[in-house]
């Protein structure tokens, strides 16, 4: 884009060097350049800000993927914006290199991928700092960066569209224990319900919230709950451990950024089991699903177990997407499975696949699957039939729905 001391950087390294190499002496010359490490610095905060003008989620920068340009994801579609100029290798590097400290580019260099979260001042001291989740990695043998940009703003529990029993049953107040899952691919704004339903009990319960997360997003501020953020990394070694460690911390609320191997769903099953409120993601698209991993993480000798103390602490899962309506925004629609004493049944006694038609019957409880979400929606006349089915979990059951209401 033009640095003012581009050129005197290019000229202070070898043009052979690449990759990681050429990365170490840049990082070098910023340390030695503090005037220089400002200058990249602000660009990039210059296009964090310009992000968010766009109102977008996502802004992709470096390496051959991206052409020089930056892409930005706003409302579901990543595009190139060209009005923000074209990079250089050398330049990217140097913007990246400028916001991590020096373990962080250690392990950068050494693993090749880093994530961390950060925070900038995009209003120069009059509003909350902007926090985003960062990934930078190699593309090609060259770094590059992908950064989500964190909600300023909380979405108040009943916007989130849940049943009225539902929300009781995520409140501290009415429930003091059990498991409580949020699923979804990636990008499908799990963290941001999390967050939703932390701030609900937050503002309502006295007690004691304690978060793992990798990176730590959403920063809560203590109200009626003393909230710990613990970050992956930081602050404790691994999901398994902070989660385990929370046991002696007195938390009336333990939220587990992810459940992404046996050890940490081990962990998880053992905090529930002692009675304490346990919040969780997984990388599933619906509630069977949901079951059936976690029950497929641990080997064939202790399946039987784990699915007993399942059906014993599993209290509510939410499975869901973001799906693009007529407007060209974004609409959450979920599917949500409360456990009652049949589903209970269908879990121990190896029939979880009878699940999926309690959830469909199960409105009186506040469950929906997903297909009867995408309908309501469709319906009313937010998204159209195309989308209701290119993101139904069932589509037999999806267009069976539609040709009801034809």
Same mark, same amino acid.
């Given at each position: 884009m033009g640095f003012s001391f581009l050129t005197e950087l290019q000229n202070s390294i070898p043009g052979f060097q690449s990759g990681a190499e050429r990365a170490a002496s840049i990082d070098k010359l910023l340390m030695k350049h503090e005037s220089w490490r400002e200058e990249a610095y602000h660009d990039l905060k210059s296009l964090m800000k310009q992000m968010r003008s766009y109102e977008a989620s996502d802004i992709d920068i470096g390496g051959p993927g991206c052409n020089g340009f930056i892409w930005l994801r706003i409302f579901g579609l990543k595009n190139p914006y060209k009005k923000l100029g074209r990079y250089t290798e050398d330049e990217i590097t140097c913007m990246l290199l400028a916001i991590l400290n020096q373990n962080q580019i250690y392990t950068l260099l050494e693993k090749k991928n880093i994530d961390f979260s950060?925070?900038?001042?995009?209003?120069?001291?009059?509003?909350?700092? !902007? =926090? $985003? =989740?960062?990934?930078?990695?190699?593309?090609?043998?060259?770094?590059?960066?992908? $950064?989500? =940009?964190?909600?300023?703003h909380l979405m108040h529990i009943t916007e989130l569209g849940f049943a009225d029993s539902i929300n =009781?049953? /995520?409140?501290?107040?009415?429930?003091?224990?059990?498991?409580?899952?949020?699923?979804?691919?990636t990008g499908s704004g799990k963290s941001t319900t999390l967050d939703s339903i932390i701030d609900m009990n937050n503002k309502i319960n006295h007690g004691h919230i304690v978060i793992i997360s990798n990176p730590i997003e959403f920063v809560h501020d203590s109200i009626k709950c003393i909230v710990r953020h613990r970050e992956v990394g930081d602050d404790v070694e691994s999901f398994q451990k902070g989660t385990h460690q929370a046991f002696r911390?007195?938390?009336?609320?333990?939220? *587990?950024?992810?459940?992404?191997?046996?050890?940490?769903?081990? !962990?998880?099953?053992?905090? !529930?089991?002692?009675?304490?409120?346990? $919040?969780s993601t997984l990388h599933t698209s619906n509630a069977v699903d949901s079951i059936h991993r976690i029950i497929a993480e641990f080997p064939p000798a202790e399946q039987e177990r784990v699915r007993m103390r399942l059906a014993d602490t599993l209290r509510v899962i939410i499975?869901?997407? /973001?799906?693009?309506?007529?407007?060209?925004? /974004?609409?959450?629609?979920?599917? *949500? /499975?409360?456990?009652?004493?049949?589903?209970?049944?269908a879990i121990r006694n190896k029939n979880i696949g009878e699940i999926y038609q309690m959830i469909n019957e199960g409105k009186k409880s506040g469950m929906i699957t997903m297909e009867q979400d995408l309908y309501n929606h469709y319906i009313t006349g937010k998204i159209t039939k195309d989308t209701a089915l290119n993101y139904a979990n069932n589509t037999k059951r999806m267009n069976q729905l539609i040709q009801y209401s034809s």
């Open positions: 950060m925070s900038f001042d995009l209003e120069n001291g009059n509003s909350k700092p !902007t =926090r $985003f =989740r960062g990934n930078v990695y190699f593309e090609c043998n060259e770094i590059v960066a992908n $950064f989500r =940009r964190i909600n300023d =009781r049953q /995520l409140n501290l107040k009415y429930e003091k224990s059990g498991l409580y899952l949020v699923t979804g691919i911390q007195d938390p009336d609320i333990i939220v *587990v950024g992810e459940m992404r191997d046996p050890q940490t769903i081990a !962990t998880v099953l053992e905090a !529930t089991d002692s009675g304490h409120k346990v $919040f499975s869901q997407k /973001l799906v693009p309506t007529k407007k060209g925004d /974004l609409l959450m629609c979920k599917e *949500v /499975l409360s456990v009652d004493s049949s589903v209970k049944a």
